[in-house]
């Protein structure tokens, strides 16, 4: 089946960049995306790409598709503390009517002020 | 505030008792989720609800059974659980149709602990 994999634990200073790298195994997923679960709620859609593109940028924001290798990364530049949660990296393919969304274990981002 | 709202946030209960979560979405959305989220884990879906009929049940164990009586409500019906079916289990809706992203909006979660 598909899978999804990603570090359980970053550790930045605050101020820095922050990448958080994942890689897949399904080529045919049309959608990948980024979740952030602060804590104690839910999880929410951060960003996501098509998968017909390499590169993304959204204010302090970038995620870069390298579909060949099937490896996906966020970068989060001068990371704040606010920035402090546990980040899924997901990737999705149609199946049976719907949107079948599978998801990493989630990296948790410590950022040290 | 997502528009998914999950009841009750924390459940303790014996593996000899019978509970149910409940999910409620106000945002019109066509289908419904049930993930589990355990620590060091990936998060697994478990059930998918698309226009109130079951298209995924990603072999769950029978003590966990979902109903969904309409498009807006979701329940996740618990029996005879084990301890370590401990874990947060979190709903979600979306809109499905091919030209859409596929987001899915999460509730906050329901933090199950079986004793």
């Known amino acids: 089946g598909e899978d999804v994999e990603q570090s359980l634990f970053l550790s930045v200073r605050e101020g820095d960049s922050s990448v958080i790298n994942c890689t897949y195994t399904d080529s045919s997923s049309t959608y990948l995306y980024w979740y952030k679960q602060e804590p104690g709620a839910g999880l929410q859609l951060l960003t996501y790409?098509?998968?017909?593109?390499d590169m993304k940028q959204d204010q302090r924001l970038t995620v870069l598709l390298n579909k060949k290798d099937k490896h996906l990364s966020l970068r989060i530049a001068d990371t704040q503390t606010g920035d402090s949660a546990i980040y899924f990296c997901a990737e999705s393919s149609h199946s049976g009517g719907y949107q079948k969304v599978t998801f990493g274990t989630g990296t948790k981002l410590q950022v040290i002020p | 505030e997502t528009g998914v709202t999950q009841t009750p946030r924390h459940l303790v209960m014996g593996m000899t008792n019978k509970k149910s979560l409940k999910c409620e979405q106000h945002?019109?959305?066509?289908?419904m989720y049930w993930y589990k989220q355990s620590a060091k884990k990936p998060l697994e879906l478990m059930f998918v609800y698309n226009f109130k009929e079951q298209t995924e049940n990603n072999s769950v164990p029978s003590r966990f059974s979902p109903e969904c009586p309409n498009s807006s409500h979701l329940f996740l019906h618990l029996h005879t659980l084990q301890p370590e079916d401990s874990a947060l289990y979190l709903c979600a809706s979306s809109q499905v149709e091919r030209e859409r992203t596929g987001e899915l909006f999460f509730g906050e979660g329901s933090r199950l602990t079986v004793l």
């Open positions: 790409i098509f998968s017909n593109m």
């Open positions: 945002l019109g959305h066509n289908a």
